[in-house]
Nanobody
């Protein structure tokens, strides 16, 4: 079993920044596609950003140019740098590790006030 532990969520004003981190408990991290998803109240969970083992990235249109995903395989950690935050970014953010397997973190709350 792989554990994904997220950190870095919180309350921030619109226009501010936060950095989320997710650390995996096992070395499958380096061969997993790592992603960040979010789920706002009453909405479906959606992909925010993902990075492959070869560092190819993709982003939701709504966050392009504002969010950056990166990974540090030596630390088994993936980051999501979130800049120019908007109230509509408010959600629970989940870390995901995927290969022939799939694991989820417990989620971290991000709240952006207007």
């Amino acid at each position: 079993q792989v554990q994904l532990v997220e950190s870095g969520g919180g309350l921030v004003q619109a226009g501010g920044s936060l950095r989320l981190a997710c650390t995996a408990s096992r070395t499958i991290f380096s061969i997993s596609t790592m992603g960040w998803y979010r789920q706002a109240p009453g909405k479906q969970r959606e992909l925010v950003a993902a990075v492959t083992p070869r560092d190819s990235t993709n982003y939701a249109d709504s966050v392009k140019g504002r969010f950056t995903i990166s990974r540090d395989n030596a630390k088994n950690t993936v980051y999501l740098q979130m800049n120019s935050l908007k109230p509509e970014d408010t959600a629970v953010y989940y870390c995901n590790a995927r290969g022939f397997w799939e694991y989820w973190g417990q989620g971290t709350q991000v709240t952006v006030s207007s």
